[in-house]
């Protein structure tokens, strides 16, 4: 691989993604269902980006450094969107124990 195709494996600001992506569709501000999409979104490229990375690693095709790389950008993407599902799910549960 070429150090211009390295840079897509760089540790991209998900906030900024979606700030890009309601700039471009016209949005004043995103909803929260956006920015888990977002969230969702961007962690799928992770991970894809990460397997196809660690295939050509094993082909040789990629350097050790770079499938560390990938894979562990793969990892802390796949970690946050963890913990944000963990927080959604302990935040409907305090809801669900409400009186009403």
């Not at 977002?38 to 450094?65: F, I, M, N, P, Y």
């Not at 990938?70 to 549960?93: F, G, I, P």
Request: hydrophobic letters at 50%; a negative charge.
């Amino acid at each position: 691989m070429t150090i211009s195709s390295l840079a897509s494996f760089a540790i991209s600001d998900p906030t900024a993604a979606l700030e890009k992506k309601t700039a471009s569709a016209g949005a004043a501000a995103a909803d929260f269902s956006s920015v888990l999409a977002a969230l969702g979104q961007q962690t799928a490229v992770d991970v894809k980006t990460g397997e196809s990375v660690a295939a050509a690693g094993l082909q040789g095709r990629a350097s050790t450094q770079e499938v560390v790389q990938a894979v562990s950008k793969a990892e802390l993407s796949l970690q946050a969107a963890l913990a944000v599902r963990d927080k959604a799910v302990s935040a409907y549960q305090e809801l669900t124990r409400m009186t009403i």
